[in-house]
């Protein structure tokens, strides 16, 4: 499954010193039919964005430090059917 391969960051630092400036999922481009979706502490949408890449990250622009809840949807395409898969979890954005 997706949920034993990727690897999201907990905590990411934008502050443009090059060093964990962006949210990083490892492993994603093994499912590049993906959807990424961020969430502040009170359920508001601040990020979304289907096949989550280096290109298009998550950096946290505009937002204030604090802790968001991400949503990961793989879709797995199988045979005849396709699934897909649902992984959350909470990052920290820290300057």
């Known amino acids: 499954t997706a949920l034993q391969i990727l690897k999201p960051v907990n905590v990411f630092t934008p502050n443009g010193d090059g060093q964990n400036d962006f949210f ?17 502490r009170w359920g508001n949408e601040v990020f979304k964005t289907s096949k989550y890449s280096a290109t298009s990250r998550f950096k946290g622009v505009g937002l204030p430090d604090g802790t968001y809840f991400y949503i990961i949807k793989i879709n797995h395409s199988r045979s005849q059917s396709a699934a897909t898969e649902i992984i959350k979890g909470f990052i920290t954005i820290l300057r």
């Open 24 to 40: 990083d999922i490892i492993n994603i481009e093994q499912f590049p039919d993906n959807e990424v979706i961020i969430y502040n």
